[in-house]
Nanobody, 118 residues
């Protein structure tokens, strides 16, 4: 049973930065594509970013391209999301998960709340 624990969220002013972390326990995730997702109030969960298992390829939603950076440390079973130039529309609960053919693979963690004030 894999457990995903997201952390690093908080309240930040527009233009600010946050770095999110997601630690996976119960299984090594080094061979999986890992992704970040977010869910704003009243909206569907949406894709934010993904990174291949070697970290040599990354993918981003158009809405975050150029502002967010995904990275990973396989030795620590942890994936990160550096978020810069934050906007109020980035406010959401952020989740991570492994991806297989673009589909989330594991049970979702509790997520971490990011709130960006204008």
């Amino acid at each position: 049973q894999v457990q995903l624990v997201e952390s690093g969220g908080g309240l930040v002013q527009a233009g600010g930065s946050l770095r999110l972390s997601c630690a996976a326990s119960g299984r090594t995730f080094s061979r999986y594509v890992m992704g970040w997702f977010r869910q704003a109030p009243g909206k569907e969960r949406e894709f934010v970013a993904a990174i291949t298992w070697r970290g040599d390829n990354t993918y981003y939603a158009d809405s975050v391209k150029g502002r967010f950076t995904i990275s990973r440390d396989n030795a620590k079973n942890t994936v990160y999301l550096q978020m810069n130039s934050l906007k109020p529309e980035d406010t959401a609960v952020y989740f991570c998960n492994a991806l297989q053919s673009g589909t989330p693979l594991w049970s979702w963690g509790q997520g971490t709340q990011v709130t960006v004030s204008s």
